[in-house]
């Protein structure tokens, strides 16, 4: 267990065998022989063929493989090898897009592979990160990356930004004290740990925990380690094509059976089973589904949605829960002065993040910052007591240089024309006390006309105890007990809003100099409110997926009043007084009390790692697919083992975006569910293709053993099946799979996670269509008797009729759930050309000679087609009219 932060300095180097002259050359070789590299051990990658032959691993390709050896074997080569190439196609299409997965540990490795100075016989040296070993002191400035797990033994001033690790938006100022045991990671200020940022300050550390046994490895291990559940539509498709395996098997069984009953050849039999296999296995599929999901992710990264994992896309349509990250994900994680307090005066600020644009307002009026001499003046102050920049990125993006609630105070500066650069020249800094953990406060002296200005800012408690007055309208009176009241009253109500505060004092002075006895008399000025502002986007997001069913939920390791505030405004919570479950909370929860807690509470702060993947493991465990969001290596674990894990593409750590099944490239809370959308419009259009396939193969079945029952000839050829369905089946098949979304889809809940592919609603439509089409067979096979027609011209017309109403079957598959008279004909216009081309193609067959031979057919003309077109439009109305019965059921799909 790492224990360091509970020893005092010196117990931390005599356990770990160092002195504050770090280490020699001798021992610090002896220690890297001894403990390895400063880095993470990386997982040993799945070589590229295994990741091959796993996309072979399906039971509907084990039937589609079986089938093409039978075929084979009863030399049916063009239907074998059909079958092989279909089966090879969607192969290949997996694999290329399985490569690009898994390379957490990778990126965890970038992150640790840093320069640092080190001390080594007495003297610093710079050395590579990875060479670090325990032992050895670190020098610590302003703007490094924490190579390593570090226990602070000198600091000055020091911040660091720990947000990538726990979560937290305020940086942490360090401190040299022991902390008690069982602390949080994030309350540890004594200590430093790998991949976290110095914000400020420098100082000195001792290396205690170096490559995966630091925080950072911890959490590698628990990415490593999760488990990856299959995703929801993985898991239905197996389902789905084992029992598919089942009836073929048993119609095989059956129809051989039968045909040895009637005293059928064992070569006829075999051929009947080849014709049933072929029927009813949809060859397709495989390569649909795949096309589907290709095209599904092709299009979300329109909408600046990048999906990694091409299973994933699917599952999306399906999530019940988003489990979000607060800090950068629903908040832009820049502080920003939302209200500031004068006496004379409560300002509320527009604007948001680092971007200098944003009105003051008063009552909800605009007003000129230069009409308001106390604000003036707070602003000038804040300004002049500052060590920040703000620049404009290339990209057009703002940031800040520097400590983030200092930043904050110079945009809402710049917002009010008050430039930082031109005041420091005109009024210059002649001496400072830097800010120091101990006394809360920053205090800076500078040059002016007349008197020099001494500026303090610092927490309000402290502002108070230096001033003596106050400014109200630009004049100086006295700070009562009752002013001091009114002051701290209102300090509450910008706390209960989750606005971090600063206030500032000023005083003229002829001093050159500043210490700390000078911090007296001082005229209090005001203070500022900031806060990590959420952002809109995201307010607007939460409300669609409410209205969708979906619930979304915050765990961050912010502060419980911060993270209370932010969930009630973009509307995760619908009482700002709503209870906020605390990691520390939770830590005493038993089993059951942890069960309750997660169905009905949405709001959890103070959370470390190991308890947001506790959360999502429940969460599972009661049945919801969850999507987890988040930007910082603290993320990584809860991300893998969510159904989706939803990294954010700027300024998120490479490890998020690694793990994670979608990365989104805006970090816009609003693309999740525009992601959303389009899963569930994938497995709608999953959801038709199957539909499509099975209705039409299952009728072809049905023809078959209709037939065979009847003591009839085999009325449909395996060749002729086979080319239904990869031509007219399939091309057709392909454009239902880019049907676009359908109005009003996003205000259905999620189905739920127990619901097949195949329902009951969609069973009973294959049934209907495929009793339609034995129906016309059987019509069509009476005709042609009764009209003595020969075998091969009965063939023909049943080959056409069922090249035509499969195309017609088609425009019954683009809505499970309204009619097709109510859908835009040209909103598909794949699907359109797709008929076109299908029909043109199979129409070819009939009048190219060789292909008649092939296919066993004969001529047909223009008359006798357009007399199976009007039969075949049979299938139109009956599914209209079944549609009518399902919807006055109120079926859900």
């Known amino acids: 267990m790492n224990d360091f932060h509970t020893l005092s300095i010196n117990q931390t180097l005599k356990k770990i065998e160092s002195s504050e002259s770090g280490l020699s050359s001798e021992e610090a070789k002896s220690r890297a022989e001894k403990f390895g590299p400063n880095s993470l051990t990386s997982k040993k990658k799945t070589s590229r063929i295994i990741l091959l032959l796993n996309q072979f691993a399906s039971p509907l390709v084990y039937i589609l493989i079986i089938a093409a050896v039978v075929a084979w074997t009863m030399k049916s080569a063009l239907d074998a090898q059909v079958i092989l190439l279909i089966v090879i196609i969607n192969a290949l299409f997996g694999y290329f897009y399985e490569i690009k997965t898994e390379k957490a540990l990778e990126a965890l490795e970038k992150i640790i592979n840093l320069k640092s100075r080190i001390k080594r016989d007495g003297n610093f040296i710079e050395i590579d990160s990875v060479d670090i070993v325990n032992g050895d002191i670190v020098e610590i400035v302003s ?8 226990r602070i033994i000198e600091l000055y001033d020091l911040t660091v930004d720990e947000s990538s690790l726990t979560g937290e938006s305020e940086p ?18 004594n200590m430093l740990y790998a991949g976290t940022m110095i914000i400020s300050g420098r100082g000195a550390g001792v290396v205690v925990e170096t490559g995966d046994s630091t925080e950072f490895g911890h959490i590698a291990q628990e990415v490593t380690d999760t488990t990856v559940e299959p995703t929801l ?20 069984i059956f129809l051989i059976v039968l045909g040895l009953s009637n005293h059928m050849a064992i070569l006829d039999i075999v051929l009947v089973a080849i014709a049933v296999a072929i029927a009813v296995i949809p060859e397709g ?3 649909v589904i795949t096309i589907t999901l290709a095209y599904g992710a092709f299009k979300m990264s329109k909408r600046k949605a990048i999906v990694r994992k091409l299973s994933a896309v699917e599952t999306l349509g399906s999530i019940t829960v988003i489990a979000s990250d607060k800090t950068g994900t629903l908040t832009h994680n820049q502080q920003t002065v939302k209200k500031v307090y004068t006496l004379s005066n409560i300002f509320d600020v527009e604007g948001s993040g680092y971007e200098p644009r944003g009105m003051v307002k008063v009552n ?4 000129n910052i230069h009409e308001h001499p106390d604000l003036f003046r707070l602003a000038t102050l804040g300004v002049l007591c500052n060590d920040a920049n703000i620049f404009e990125r290339e990209t057009g993006d703002f940031s800040v240089e520097g400590d983030p609630t200092e930043g904050a105070l110079t945009c809402f500066a710049l917002k009010n024309h008050i430039d930082k650069e031109t005041l420091d020249e005109k009024m210059p800094r002649l001496d400072e006390i830097p800010f120091e953990t101990i006394n809360t406060y920053m205090a800076t002296l500078h040059k002016s006309k007349g008197k020099n200005i001494l500026v303090v800012k610092g927490s309000i408690e402290k502002m108070l105890d230096f001033s003596d007055y106050i400014l109200k309208n ?41 210490d700390k006895s000078d911090l007296k008399n001082m005229i209090f000025v005001g203070f500022f409110g900031m806060i990590d502002p959420p952002r809109n986007d995201a307010k607007q997001a939460i409300a669609s997926c409410r209205l969708s069913g979906i619930r979304t939920i915050m765990i961050t390791g912010d502060y419980p009043i911060t993270a209370q505030a932010v969930a009630f405004d973009l509307g995760i919570i619908n009482d700002r007084l709503e209870n906020v479950v605390t990691g520390a909370e939770i830590e005493k929860m038993s089993d059951e009390k942890f069960k309750s807690t997660i ?14 993947l506790q959360i999502v493991e429940e969460l599972q465990k009661q049945g919801e697919l969850v999507a987890v969001t988040g930007d910082g290596i603290n993320d990584a674990p809860a991300l893998k083992k969510a159904d989706i894990g939803v990294a954010m593409g700027k300024g998120g750590t490479d490890v998020t975006r690694e793990v994670a099944d979608l990365v989104l490239l805006d970090n816009n809370f609003a693309t999740i569910v525009a992601a959303i959308e389009e899963g569930r419009t994938i497995f709608q259009n999953i959801r038709r293709s199957v539909f499509f396939l099975l209705s039409t193969n299952i009728g072809e079945l049905l023809i078959i053993a209709f037939g065979l029952i009847l003591g009839w000839p085999l009325l449909l050829l395996p060749v002729q099946i086979l080319w239904m369905n990869l031509i007219t089946d399939g091309t057709a098949n392909i454009a ?5 979304t359908h109005i009003g889809l996003m205000k259905y809940k999620p189905r739920k996670t127990n619901e097949p592919i195949l329902n009951g609603i969609i069973l009973r439509r294959i049934f209907v269509v495929a009793v339609t089409m034995t129906l016309g067979v059987w019509f069509i096979y009476n005709y042609g008797i009764r009209n003595n027609f020969d075998m091969i011209l009965i063939r023909t017309y049943i080959f056409g009729f069922m090249i035509i109403i499969q195309l017609l079957n088609t425009f019954n598959a683009r809505s499970l759930r309204d009619s097709l008279f109510k859908l835009p004909l040209f909103n598909n216009p794949f699907l359109l050309v797709s008929i076109a081309i299908s029909f043109a193609i199979s129409l070819s067959t009939f009048y190219v000679g060789f292909a008649r031979k092939i296919f066993q057919i004969s001529y047909i003309d223009f008359s006798q087609w357009l007399i199976l077109l009007l039969i075949s439009f049979v299938i139109i109305f009956v599914v209209e009219i079944e549609k009518i019965v399902a919807r006055v059921r109120v079926a859900k799909f």
């Open 143 to 150: 703007g490094m990356k924490i190579p390593a797990d570090i």
């Open 172 to 189: 942490v100022v360090k401190k040299e004290v022991i902390i008690p045991p069982n602390t949080l990671l994030s309350d540890r200020v």
């Open 233 to 252: 539509l993985q898991k239905q498709l197996a389902l789905f094509s084992r029992k598919l395996l089942y009836l073929v098997i048993i119609a095989m």
């Open 285 to 287: 599929l495989p390569a």
């Open 364 to 367: 909800d009026k605009k007003i």
């Open 474 to 514: 630009n004049k100086k009176i006295k700070l009562t007990a009752e002013i001091k009241k009114q002051i701290l009253e209102e300090n509450n109500k910008f706390a209960r809003s989750a606005l971090r505060v600063l206030a500032i004092s000023y005083l003229e002075t002829n001093a050159k100099t500043i």
């Open 599 to 612: 169905k009905t509470h949405s709001v959890y702060a103070r959370i470390t790692p190991e308890m947001k």
């Open 736 to 740: 239902l799979s880019l049907e676009p």
